[in-house]
């Protein structure tokens, strides 16, 4: 018997385990979660038949293989470096479309492992980043990955310390927001927002808390939304408004090619209606391996970090990628969203006190997707496939029911994980 379920769970812990290992030692890990994590899929269509159950995936292949022709015909990249593309595209989507058919239940044993791991994980960023001896005999840690693994290991730890009441133990409520506060040396304005929105979403978030008039919840939702936007208005102001030299970062270079970069595809979205330059051509790894002839079209392939002899910073943001999709990818990207959503907020419904804090994880995934896409392509990385894996975790009934030390899940095993 193969335990479908506990597939998708140790391939989960396996890759939260070497996530900060993922940019050297072992590159592989998360398109080797990726293929297991479909190949577990595959598997459960053919032995258990319930192919209904993966239909949304099915039609993310589908539109995928749409845009892998219809990239072949516009011509700014060829297939092998299309298809590169279409595959890492695919990468933080295939993992949580299985998880969510699958609907693995962690064990307390397993929670409790990914709660160490957490831990672990915080330590290992620290000793990666400050101490100089590590980092002569390891990878050179960028800075943003401090504050990136901190967050993806508060919220990891957080949805693993939620019990059956739906409620969060208060010492481990307190290892969650020492965590937030360690990734505050990573010293980015991203991380600033994102730390402002996890104080509110695990510790003031409560569901419903906006129906009717209650003054002091829309007072602390304003506050919440002022001091984000405090956190961050540098940078927003250089991005998408001025551009000014006072707003710029000129320790960073790569702060000079995403003002390009943003400003090309929005450009890039208006000349090529409605289903953009296609994959391989704009803002992709795919595109910078294999240099695409886009960047000549609008003139900016002379600009250091997009320039064909060093284009180190091509890759450096999600939003302006979206280019590649055009119009039609970005509002099938926000229903992406809303239909991920759908699920926890049926949840919340149904009994807003015992899922609560499934909700305000949900929400602070979203949030921190959102906000890291900004600046990096943290959604393409093992963080962010992390993420969203522990968002299809939190998307339906996680609540299980201890008999006689026995953890029973609240769906038809034989249906669900045997094979």
């Given amino acids: 018997m193969i335990r479908l379920d506990k597939i998708c769970v140790w391939t989960f812990i396996a890759c939260f385990a070497l996530m900060m ?12 979660s990726c293929y297991i994590l479909l190949l577990t899929g595959l598997l459960d269509c053919i032995v258990n038949r319930r192919w209904k159950a993966y239909r949304p995936l099915l039609l993310a292949l589908a539109v995928m ?4 022709i219809y990239s072949t015909f516009k011509g700014f990249n060829t297939l092998p470096y299309i298809v590169m593309d279409a595959i890492i595209s695919l990468k933080p989507l295939a993992p949580f479309m299985v998880v969510l058919a699958i609907k693995p239940v962690l064990l307390p044993v397993e929670k409790k492992v990914i709660r160490w ?6 330590v290992e960023v620290v000793v990666l980043y400050f101490l100089p001896v590590t980092r002569e005999y390891t990878l050179d840690i960028h800075i943003m990955f401090l504050g990136t693994t901190c967050m993806v290991a508060a919220i990891a730890y957080y949805y693993c310390s939620i019990d059956d009441h739906g409620k969060v133990a208060p010492q481990h409520m307190l290892v969650v927001m020492a965590m937030i506060v360690i990734g505050l040396g990573c010293t980015r304005a991203k ?3 994102e730390a402002v929105l996890a104080v509110f979403f695990f510790l003031l978030y409560k569901p419903h808390m906006f129906k009717g008039i209650k003054p002091q919840y829309w007072a602390m939702a304003a506050v919440t939304v002022a001091a984000v936007a405090a956190v961050t208005w540098n940078k927003f102001s250089y991005y998408f408004l001025t ?8 320790t960073v270079a ?13 450009l890039i979205l208006i000349d090529h209606i409605p289903f953009g330059s296609g994959l391989a051509s704009f803002a992709s790894y795919a595109s910078q391996a294999n240099y695409s002839s886009l960047y000549h079209e609008y003139g900016i392939s002379n600009i250091y970090g997009l320039s064909e002899e060093m284009p180190d910073f091509i890759c450096d943001a999600f939003y302006p990628m979206l280019a590649q999709y055009g119009v039609v990818g970005i509002l099938l990207f926000i229903a992406f969203l809303v239909w991920a959503f759908r699920p926890v907020r049926h949840l919340v419904r149904r009994d807003a006190t015992r899922f609560g804090s499934h909700m305000a994880v949900s929400a602070m995934i979203v949030g921190f997707l959102l906000i890291e896409s900004v600046a990096s392509t943290v959604p393409m990385q093992p963080w962010g496939m992390i993420a ?6 939190a998307a339906y009934n996680p609540i299980h029911s201890t008999i006689d030390n026995e953890v029973k899940p609240q769906y038809n095993e034989r249906e669900y994980t045997n094979a």
């Fill in 21 to 32: 290992w993922s940019g050297s030692l072992v590159k592989w890990i998360d398109e080797l």
């Fill in 65 to 68: 293989a749409f845009y892998v």
């Fill in 117 to 122: 791991l957490a831990i672990f994980n915080v």
């Fill in 191 to 193: 991380y600033y927002a």
């Fill in 243 to 250: 551009g000014n030299s006072d707003t710029l970062d000129p």
């Fill in 254 to 266: 790569e702060s000079f090619a995403r003002p390009v970069l943003y400003a090309t595809s929005a």
């Fill in 388 to 393: 969203m894996i522990i968002l299809a975790l």
